[in-house]
């Protein structure tokens, strides 16, 4: 072994012990933060929206785009957990295009296929006016179908997958690397993404399953999505379809 691979293997070594032991310190620090908490009740959401909606009603190959999503949310949650917060932003990012395709390939098998063999693809732009133009979409009122939060949430979120916006960056003047950090605001403000975000998905994906959640069909999920859901939200849903979401 030569003398430059001497130092780089002493330099890489000193260089994971120093983050793996920060991982560590960040995730004590941040994890008395309820945040975390309020987080991962909406990730049971996106759980049972996966096994009670989509995967009863999708083919497999369209409901592993859901899966991913739900994966991609999970990343969301570790990866803020560490105070990783740019990555967070990102694996929420795809989350939105994961859930968008899921509806999209559940409607076009064909594609799907195409897909699979690396001759199709769809852009986010393309899959939101596909939902947005869905007849079950489209008939119904716009303040409950989640697109509205989905096109917004995805339009803020695309700022920190490119660093366009100054608050997405994760360095500043004095660091010139930051893999993360534990403040506060930085928190906050990736707790609001995430909550959106899911909120958004769950309101689309009722207006879609609207039928098999109206009355006393599906209880359990009802009474889970009261944390993704706002009292707003809910009322609209009870007057536009039927649909009661509440804490059993």
């Excluded at 119904?140 to 949430?153: V, Y």
Aim: hydrophobic share 40%.
């Amino acid at each position: 072994m030569n003398l430059l691979e001497t130092e780089l293997e002493a330099n890489y070594r000193s260089f994971r012990e120093d983050w793996t032991q920060q991982a560590t310190k960040n995730w004590n620090d941040l994890a008395k933060e309820k945040h975390y908490l309020e987080s991962y009740r909406r990730l049971c959401c996106l759980q049972a929206l996966k096994v009670q909606l989509i995967e009863p009603h999708c083919s497999p190959d369209s409901s592993a785009f859901f899966l991913e999503a739900h994966n991609d949310a999970v990343a969301s949650h570790v990866s803020a957990s560490m105070g990783a917060w740019r990555p967070a932003l990102q694996s929420l990012r795809s989350c939105l295009e994961n859930t968008l395709s899921t509806i999209y390939y559940k409607d076009h098998p064909i594609e799907l296929q195409l897909w699979q063999a690396g001759k199709f693809r769809k852009g986010f732009s393309e899959l939101m006016r596909y939902a947005q133009q869905h007849p079950i979409v489209s008939s119904s009122d716009a303040k409950i179908t989640g697109l509205e939060l989905i096109e917004s949430e995805y339009a803020t979120l695309s700022k920190a997958v490119h660093a366009s916006a100054t608050i997405f960056r994760m360095t500043d003047v004095a660091s010139k690397i930051l893999i993360w950090s534990t403040e506060s605001d930085r928190l906050g403000m990736w707790a609001t993404r995430e909550r959106k975000v899911i909120e958004g998905i769950s309101l689309l994906l009722v207006c879609l399953f609207a039928d098999r959640l109206q009355g006393t069909l599906l209880p359990q999920l009802r009474d889970i999505l009261s944390y993704a859901v706002t009292p707003a939200k809910r009322k609209l849903l009870k007057k536009e379809f039927n649909i009661s979401i509440s804490k059993s």
